[in-house]
């Protein structure tokens, strides 16, 4: 059962610090063209140029440093726009692991500045890849070969925080965390409770973490993915794919949780249309390239102004 939240109860948990500073607001960011072509770094400068001028946003994190060689091509994009990355390892499989820490290794040390942190593994936990502890020598082996001051951590589920699944992260020493919080897949619908649900996820999160780390600020915590698939989505249960109500939840929720102080990733920056459709868990076919908060060709879908 949830405990039941209130923004005062956001506050307690952040700390009187970070509940007057507004959060930080980035996107996730894809590495292909809308026919599944990958980008270069030119079409990152673009990429860079459409987001900055919609939100104002100079972050943007990546899942996996060596896919479409990443790490080469959008580190001097970002160095060239003022723009700051987090890259990404993929540890699911040996390859995908030691491709993409060698891309850090090699191309975190010619952009330190552009490079704002690395997270090892996306929702890894949640799909019960790997335990805390694995991940954890996973995150210190990568730690090992990034340049010095340079964040690493983890992303995944809210609810693997909030249940103790990742205690052997946040006591490993980690610098920062990503929780990833979509109340659209708890079928939460905008203006029936999808706010209240979001903001609930995250206060889980992040109070376990303070909690188990002892600090309110020794990790640096992040809201990793967040978003709502606009007109063309899958519903999931009450939750309607709309354009409209994606709008609803950015302004509401999104820009709310950046007003308590904690620092949001929208999923994601721009449609995808060359994702093939995806089963579900419930078995059914859901669509996953409607999810940008701008079209494929970096046209706006709403306001992402906070």
Known sequence: MRAPLTLATLAVTLGPALALNKG????????????????????????????????????????????????????????????????????????????????????????????????????????????????????????SVVPTGVKVGTADSWNKYADGTADAVIKGGVDILLANAFSYWQGSQVGQGATYTYFDDMQQAIGHIQTVSGSLDAIEIWNGETGWPTNGGTNYGAATASTQLASQFYSQAVCGLLDWGVNVFYFEAFDEPWKPTSIGDNGQAQDETHWGAMNADRSKKFSLQC
């Open 24 to 143: 930080t607001l980035g996107f996730a960011l894809g590495t292909k063209h809308a026919d599944g072509s990958c980008k270069f770094s030119s079409d990152y400068e673009q990429d860079f140029d459409a987001i900055k001028q919609s939100s104002g946003s100079t972050i943007v994190r990546g899942y996996a440093a060596s896919d479409c060689n990443c790490a080469q091509q959008i580190l001097p994009a970002a160095q060239k726009k003022g723009f700051k990355v987090i890259l990404g390892v993929w540890p699911d499989t040996d390859a995908s692991y030691e491709a993409d820490k060698s891309a850090i290794q090699q191309y975190a040390e010619q952009y330190p500045n552009q490079v704002y942190a690395v997270t090892v593994g996306s929702e890894t936990l949640y799909r019960g890849n790997f335990t805390g502890q694995q991940l954890l020598e996973k995150i210190n082996d990568v730690k």
